[in-house]
Every structure is written in structure tokens, then in C-alpha cells.
């Protein structure tokens, strides 16, 4: 996210103003300042004294009873992110609390025995049960799906997001475009097995291949 993304972004947002300007220009993209970038949030929020220094005390790091992962009757887990004030009356609703005389949402003493609720209340039903309750809302809610289980999920199912390539199950190229979409176009490739291709392309000839399988620079 700070290194790949940035760069990418980077050149295509120089080639936008190249073509605008006539003129080029060095992009300078560092996984420290993409690392520090993806941050941004966070240090507004510690900046406006939202965001302590405190490990798992803060609204975005398990702190939070509304931002959380909770385990359910079957030990599997669901997550949560129900934190709009909207988003967090529909988690109320939905987990049978609506109604009960509750703690301000943000009120942080409350937070810890508010989580202690939720867990006990997660726990009386299996995950699957809880996305027949949960799913579709505005809770900002999920299954939290193992590598196996994600694929077969329906959502993904239907936007084609894993993809099989060469008896592997993997995810499929992304972004998506609709002129020229993308796709894999090959499985990957075995130790070696491109190396003579290659070094052809590079104007090797047949007799400095031989060089080189002599030598035991290749095989």
C-alpha cells in the first residue's frame, strides 16, 4: 500500500500532467512517505485528542466496543465498524440492546463493559446465524471468512473476485475495466523455465547457451 500504490499513482498522475504541460518531471515515490501517508487519519484524530498512545484504546484498534471482532456459538468470528451514530442504532436493533438504558456510544469508561455485552451476546448465536441477521444492513458488518471460505462466499461469487489459474484459486486482476479488461494470462512459471526464452530475447546465441549449461550458470 505505501510503496506499489503510490508509485503507481504517482506516474500515472505525471503522465496526466505531461501531457497537459509538455514537460516531465522526477516521481519520487518512498514506502516510508506512502506508510506515513495511509496514516493521515489516524494522526488528525491524535492531533484533535481523539487518539491516545495506548494500545487497544482507541476507536480503530479494538478499543472500541463498536469497532471490534467478536467470536460467535460456533467459534468463528463476525466484525463490526458500526461507528455513524445511524450505523450504530441498527447494531443496537439488531443485537436485542435497542431499548436498554445504554452508556453515550462514545462514552470510553463504558467501553470495555460495554464489549463484555456484545461478546456474551455474539456468543449465543453461530456466525451464520448472525449473517442472516446482520447482512444487508448499515451495521458495517461481516463474516470473517477464512482463505477457503472467501471465495465461496456469494458476493465475491458474483463479482468474479477469485479466479482459478493453473488449479489455484487466487485473486483476480483488479482494478477492473470495461474496454480492456484484464486478465491472467498464464499460471506461474517453474524455476528455469523461461531462462533460455529469455536470454535469446537478450541475443544469446545457441553456442553461448552451451557456454553457460557448461559452466552450470544454467540448466
Known amino acids: 500500500g505505501g510503496g506499489a500504490l503510490y508509485l503507481a499513482l504517482g506516474v500515472v498522475a505525471g503522465l496526466l500532467e505531461a501531457q497537459k504541460s509538455g514537460k516531465g518531471q522526477v516521481v519520487d515515490a518512498a514506502m516510508v512517505d506512502g506508510a506515513a501517508s495511509l496514516m493521515t487519519a489516524i494522526y488528525g484524530m491524535h492531533g484533535s485528542g481523539f487518539w491516545n498512545n495506548e494500545r487497544g484504546d482507541n476507536i480503530l484498534d479494538t478499543g472500541a466496543h463498536y469497532y471490534e471482532v467478536y467470536e460467535t456459538k460456533d467459534h468463528k468470528y463476525v466484525a463490526i465498524g458500526s461507528i455513524e451514530a445511524k450505523f ?49 444492513s448499515d451495521i458495517c458488518f461481516a463474516p470473517v471468512l477464512n482463505m477457503d471460505e472467501a471465495p465461496k462466499h456469494p458476493h465475491n461469487q458474483h463479482r468474479g473476485t477469485f479466479v482459478e489459474a493453473g488449479g489455484v484459486t487466487q485473486p483476480g486482476p483488479a482494478p477492473r475495466f470495461s474496454r480492456t479488461p484484464s486478465k491472467i494470462q498464464r499460471p506461474p512459471a517453474k524455476p528455469g523455465e523461461h531462462t533460455e526464452e529469455a536470454l535469446r530475447d537478450w541475443g544469446f546465441t545457441n553456442s553461448g547457451l552451451e557456454t553457460l549449461r557448461k559452466c552450470g550458470a544454467i540448466s
Open 88 to 136: 450504530y442504532a441498527e447494531l443496537l436493533e439488531k443485537s436485542g440492546l435497542k431499548g436498554e438504558k445504554l452508556p453515550h456510544q462514545q462514552d470510553r469508561s463504558q467501553w470495555p463493559a460495554m464489549k463484555d455485552r456484545l461478546k456474551t451476546i455474539f456468543r449465543t448465536k453461530t456466525r451464520d446465524e448472525w449473517c442472516k441477521i446482520m447482512e444487508g
